[in-house]
C-alpha cells in the first residue's frame, strides 16, 4: 500500500507541473489586451464576407456622424441583416478594440433589445433569447423595455 501510494504522488508530482504550465502557456496565448495575431484577423476576415468586422454600412454612409452614431448606425444594420447575435458580438469586440467607446455600451446594448423586439415582431422570449452579458446585460433591459 506505501509503495502504491509513492508511486501515485511520483506521478502526480511529474505529470502536474507539465499540465500546469501547459495551461498556463494556452490561457495567456488569447488575451484582449493582447495585439491581434495574424490568426485573429484571418478569423474575423472569414466571418464576414468582405473582410470587415460585420460592417455592412458603406463609410460614407456613416461619415460626418459621432464614433456611438456611426457604431449604433452599424449595429442595426447587422441586427437587421442577421440576428441579434451578430450585433452582440460586434459590439462585444468594438468596446474591446475602441475603448473610447464604453461610455455609450449600455444605451447601445439597449437599442439593439428594443429593435430585436421589432425585428421578431413583438416576441420578446425570442428576441431574449440572444442576450449575452454584454454591456451589464442592458440587451436584456432593451428588450423587456
Known amino acids: 500500500m506505501k509503495q502504491l501510494l509513492r508511486r501515485i504522488g511520483q506521478t502526480v508530482a511529474l505529470t502536474l507541473p507539465v499540465i500546469l504550465v501547459t495551461t498556463g502557456t494556452l490561457a495567456v496565448t488569447r488575451v484582449p489586451w493582447a495585439p491581434p495575431t495574424g490568426l ?38 447587422e441586427l437587421r441583416a442577421h440576428n441579434p447575435g451578430t450585433a452582440l458580438d460586434l459590439l462585444e469586440r468594438t468596446m474591446r478594440e475602441k475603448p473610447s ?28 433569447s440572444f442576450a449575452r452579458p454584454v454591456c451589464d446585460g442592458s440587451f436584456a433591459s432593451g428588450v423587456t423595455g
Open 101 to 128: 467607446l464604453t461610455p455609450y455600451c449600455t444605451s447601445l446594448a439597449a437599442d439593439l433589445g428594443r429593435e430585436a423586439v421589432r425585428k421578431y415582431q413583438g416576441d420578446v422570449q425570442r428576441a431574449r
Open 40 to 77: 485573429d484577423q484571418q478569423v474575423v476576415a472569414a466571418s464576414s464576407g468582405d473582410g470587415s468586422i460585420g460592417r455592412s454600412a458603406t463609410v460614407a454612409d456613416t461619415q460626418g456622424l459621432a464614433p456611438q452614431d456611426a457604431l449604433r448606425a452599424d449595429l442595426l444594420e
